[in-house]
T-cell receptor, first 118, second 116 residues
Framework: DAGVIQSPRHEVTEMGQEVTLRCKPI?????LFWYRQTMMRGLELLIY????????DSGMPEDRFSAKMPNASFSTLKIQPSEPRDSAVYFC????????????????FGEGSWLTVV | AQKVTQAQTEISVVEKEDVTLDCVYE???????LFWYKQPPSGELVFLIR??????QNEISGRYSWNFQKSTSSFNFTITASQVVDSAVYFC?????????????FGSGTKLNVKP
């Protein structure tokens, strides 16, 4: 089975530009997570969805960040306008239903989108 | 307060040595899960293992073994006969019933360098 697929893998953009990161979760997974990883703050949960509905966005740093999940197989994380301090690795992850036996409660990560804002 | 503490920031060993990565967690929940993930230099995060709070049996998978001790709130990871390919950052994580297991608390990671 294909894992979590993220695009782009790498992006370099200028301050003020809009950035859109994309994610395709593992088929059949009910939960989707967006994480950010930086040296200073480690892995931070930004937002997560259950069955396409945003459940907790308390980790979204500010209004410049938004995330959507229009259907079960696609999600976006948008930063507008981008700033240099947004430079980080953004991970998308997905998880099956909680009652999915051995794999429930485990989140599986994509390869990450490495964002550099100059 | 940190919910997951990985006190070892970086460890260097020579190939074939055994190495143990420490993880100490903090929770008031009686039902929780503990995880280990590996992040090799290529950057992806790879799931290694999950344990629930009711299963304290140690687990072995090839050269990897995990020691879960509730009495000391620890979930340590040992690599036996380390290899260069084991070089990576290893993260320990906790999820709790309180958050419906949806919030993962990650430790700060331990960078393992295995030298030939």
């Amino acid at each position: 089975d294909a894992g979590v697929i993220q695009s782009p893998r790498h992006e370099v953009t200028e301050m003020g530009q809009e950035v859109t990161l994309r994610c395709k979760p593992i088929s059949g997974h009910d939960y989707l997570f967006w994480y950010r990883q930086t040296m200073m703050r480690g892995l931070e949960l930004l937002i997560y969805f259950n069955n396409n509905v945003p459940i907790d966005d308390s980790g979204m740093p500010e209004d410049r960040f938004s995330a959507k999940m229009p259907n079960a197989s696609f999600s976006t994380l948008k930063i507008q306008p981008s700033e240099p301090r947004d430079s980080a690795v953004y991970f998308c992850a997905s998880s099956p239903r909680r009652d999915s036996g051995l794999s429930g409660n485990t989140i599986y990560f994509g390869e990450g989108s490495w964002l550099t804002v100059v | 307060a940190q919910k997951v503490t990985q006190a070892q920031t970086e460890i260097s060993v020579v190939e074939k040595e055994d190495v143990t990565l420490d993880c100490v967690y903090e929770t008031r929940d009686t039902t929780y899960y503990l995880f280990w993930y590996k992040q090799p230099p290529s950057g992806e995060l790879v799931f290694l293992i999950r344990r629930n709070s009711f299963d304290e049996q140690n687990e072995i998978s090839g050269r990897y073994s995990w020691n879960f001790q509730k009495s000391t709130s620890s979930f340590n990871f040992t690599i036996t006969a380390s290899q260069v390919v084991d070089s990576a950052v290893y993260f320990c994580a906790l999820s709790e019933a309180e958050n419906n297991f949806n919030k993962f608390y990650f430790g700060s990671g331990t960078k393992l360098n295995v030298k030939p």
